[in-house]
């Protein structure tokens, strides 16, 4: 027997039943597709933001601060977002480490992006994305943050755009509750990204700045802590700079029998470079072949016994698309290259593309 | 290998191996031009091409909710109208070609997409994309030609079934949609004793059923529905505006390969064609349309039939911007262009398949007694 239905799942039942009807009209579309023209930001939805602001903070580097989709379930300081971008109409997923309070009372969340040479987002980013622009997010993810229990004393390591993660936990006001040391490097005192901010906060006494102008000062290199930071050793410490910069303080750290002290945050993927050819994994079949870099994915497939799907072989019909999980691969056409990093499953034709590096592809 | 026409005058005679691959080349490079350019503005159109017709649609069929006025039944069938038909070609058609599959856009994309037509797109994809395409006009193998039901060829036998063919091809614009799904399946020849009961024909033919189910619950049932006191009227429009895109996409499809001028092919040539022999099939066997940028747009682009056919992935609205430069290039090397308006396409591609309802005039001539060109022999 039953007892008293709550009304919300009722309401729930009334509302999938509208859902369900409103696809009937709608299809081979969902009601959403619909939606998206006038809210694309509405719960429910794929989660989007909007740009509401571009705030320069270098000459290279800037502030986008993005009205998040109602689905936005907030976020840890400390922790990134990844940002999908259409750039040249093609649309191009990164990460970015969130610099704006958590909980901010508007809803608003921030990055900052530095433009690096060549870099295709990082440009477009800074340089010509105008307010109003929608972007595809992703929920906030990343364990670089700051544990329950906050450190007594606390010291970042930090370079060039590596300011971006320990910003968030400072605003959110990690200085009040901590002694907090930051050795910070950038080429030079115009260069720091949050320079006043930081310089302003170290004048109030919120925390103890050491900066390093490499253009005049040269790197900073590990031994050199001994002096600026006395107690490093003793500090919970988090590091986010350049791949050589990391692996240095790892070592170090490492050596001092300290290493469950660091926290580390690297930016860069880890690096896929493309070679002649590599180990092809079909995920779902589990299939492994060794391809060399002249011979398409779907030959190597089929030779490898792997069902393919396929059509023309000649790269016009697309009969043979299938995402490629991670990995690198080369257009046998224009010798271009197309790498993937988990999560982002690009889409390849298989009959154009050969391996150049391993390769993980769904099927 | 070589290029076999049947004709008396072969069109590619005076055209060497060598001609044929610097042909190729120079299609290669207009190709890789558009690829370097494309981008942006592609997206940018096919976005507004899709939210155009979006809000067509919707508002077509709100319109339509009191198609008991007759205004509100003449405005909202023909919105409604437009918006199937750019949904099934200027959207639809191109997206499942992989045209925008740069942008890497999931909801934009050939392996998600999914028309307004009974089709599923899957199977629409392998026998369009895959046969047609790779096949084009090659008689026997390209099943786009007459269908599999009509002979649009000399070289087809005459059978007295073709007598017919005038009215199955009336029938076949009317219900274009349902005649697309039936030779997507391979009706013709999976319905043949033995194959009838193949689990993949099974398959096939379930999410066929699937596909007409949900397309007839939204336009012939639901949306009627809604209508309440216009139930009927509602019910004559979508009818209307289902009837009105079948006849007018069936018009432009023939128009692509039917029409006068256009070359059919023999199976055997095309067994080791080279990417240059492929282009020049291709050239040969299409046709466009002249016209207005509008009529463009609601052919999908398919007035550029012969651009399309080169460069079957290329975003539709290029077509119009190469055709000039891919225009030049069939003048230098002495070939056909063949367009003309759309009633006089239209009516030469009709003409042609009440033409060939009767047996060749001259049976005996135009046999393969001429074996014809051969594009590897130096001209
Ligand atoms: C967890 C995480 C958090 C991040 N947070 C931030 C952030 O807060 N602010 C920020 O500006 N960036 C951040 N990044 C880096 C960001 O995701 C992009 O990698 C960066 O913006 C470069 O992208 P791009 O498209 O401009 O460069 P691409 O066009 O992808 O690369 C161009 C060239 O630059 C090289 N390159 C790629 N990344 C870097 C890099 N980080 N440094 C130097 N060279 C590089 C490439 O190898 C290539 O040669 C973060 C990355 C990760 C993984
Ligand atoms: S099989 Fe045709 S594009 Fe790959």
């Not at chain 1, 004393?153 to 907090?180: C, K, N, Y």
């Amino acid at each position: 027997m039953t007892t008293t239905v709550p009304r919300r799942s009722q309401k729930a039942s009334f509302r999938d039943r509208l859902l369900r009807l409103a696809e009937t009209v709608t299809t081979p579309l969902l009601p959403e597709d619909y939606l998206d023209l006038v809210a694309p930001l509405r719960a429910g939805g794929a989660l989007r933001g909007r740009i509401v602001e571009v705030r320069p903070e270098t000459p290279d580097a800037a502030t986008l601060v993005i009205q998040p989709g109602r689905g936005w379930r907030g976020h840890t300081p400390g922790q990134y977002v990844r940002l999908g971008v259409d750039v040249d109409g093609v649309r191009q997923w990164r990460a970015y480490s969130l610099t704006s309070v958590a909980g901010a009372a508007d809803g608003r969340i921030a990055v900052t992006v530095k433009a690096i040479p060549d870099g295709k987002v990082s440009n477009h980013l800074v340089r010509r994305t105008r307010p109003g622009t929608i972007v595809q997010l992703d929920q906030a993810q990343g364990d670089f943050v700051l544990p329950e229990a906050t450190p007594a004393r606390v010291l970042f390591l930090t370079a060039g755009s590596g300011i971006t993660p320990v910003m968030g936990m400072l605003r959110t006001g990690l200085h009040t509750r901590a002694d907090v040391v930051l050795v910070h490097s950038a080429p030079a005192a115009g260069d720091v990204i949050f320079g006043l901010e930081l310089r302003a906060l170290a004048g109030q006494g919120g925390l103890r700045l050491v900066e390093r102008h490499t253009d005049t000062d040269g790197l900073l290199g590990v031994h050199e802590l001994d002096d600026l930071v006395p107690d490093h050793a003793e500090r919970e410490t988090w590091a986010c700079g350049p791949v050589g910069m990391l692996d240095a303080v790892e070592e170090h750290w490492t050596s001092r029998g300290v290493a469950e002290r660091l926290h580390t945050e690297r930016f860069r993927p880890t690096v896929i470079s493309p070679g002649e050819g590599g180990t092809l994994t079909f995920t779902r079949s589990g299939a492994t072949v060794e391809a060399d870099g002249a011979t398409p994915i779907l030959d190597a497939g089929e030779n490898a016994g792997v069902l393919m799907p396929s059509g023309c072989r000649m790269g016009i019909c697309y009969g043979c698309v299938l995402p490629l999980r991670q990995g690198a691969v080369r257009d046998l056409r224009t010798g271009d290259l197309t790498t993937a990093v988990p999560g982002d499953g690009v889409l390849i034709q298989t009959c154009v593309s050969a391996a150049a590096g391993t390769c993980d592809i769904e099927l | 290998m070589t290029v076999i026409q049947k004709k008396a005058v072969n069109p590619v005679a005076h055209l060497s191996a060598e001609d044929i691959e610097i042909i190729g080349k120079e299609l290669d490079a207009i190709r890789d031009r558009v690829i370097a350019d494309r981008g942006e503005r592609d997206a940018t159109y096919i976005r507004k091409v899709i939210k155009t017709q979006r809000t067509l649609e919707i508002s077509s069929r709100a319109v339509l909710l009191f198609s008991l006025f007759p205004p509100a039944w003449f405005v909202g069938t023909a919105g409604l109208a437009v918006a199937k038909i750019l949904e099934n070609m200027e959207i639809g058609h191109n997206i499942l070609h992989g045209q925008y599959d740069f942008m890497r856009d999931p909801k934009i994309h050939s392996t998600t997409w999914e028309w307004d037509h009974v089709s599923p797109a899957d199977q629409w994809k392998h026998s369009h994309n895959q046969l047609h395409h790779t096949y084009t006009n090659v008689v026997g193998k390209d099943n786009d030609l007459g269908y599999g039901i009509m002979r649009v060829d000399e070289d087809q036998k005459w059978h007295p079934m073709h007598l017919g063919q005038p009215l199955w091809n009336l029938l076949n614009a009317c219900f274009f949609e349902y005649g697309i799904a039936a030779y997507d399946l391979e009706l013709g020849r999976n319905l043949q004793k033995g194959r009838r009961k193949a689990p993949e024909f099974r398959a096939r033919a379930r999410a066929v059923g699937r596909k007409i189910r949900r397309q007839v619950l939204k336009d012939y049932i639901v949306h009627p529905l809604l209508s309440g006191p216009s139930f009927l009227s509602t019910l004559a429009a979508t009818f209307t505006a289902n009837l009105i895109r079948n006849l007018w996409s069936h018009s432009v499809i023939m128009c692509g390969h039917f029409p006068n001028g256009v070359e059919t092919f023999e199976k055997t040539s095309i067994e080791g064609e080279t990417r240059g022999e492929w282009y020049l099939r291709q050239m040969l066997g299409s046709a466009n349309i002249s016209g207005s940028k509008l009529m463009h747009i609601m052919t999908g682009n398919l007035s550029f039939q012969i651009e399309h056919h080169l460069f079957p992935d290329l975003p539709s609205s290029r077509y119009q911007e190469i055709a000039p430069q891919v225009r030049a290039l069939f003048d230098r090397y002495g070939l056909k262009y063949t367009t003309g308006p759309l009633p006089k396409q239209v009516a030469s591609a009709w003409w042609k398949v009440i033409r060939l309802s009767l047996p060749n005039r001259h049976t005996a001539q135009p046999g393969p007694a001429a074996p014809a060109l051969v594009a590897s022999q130096p001209a």
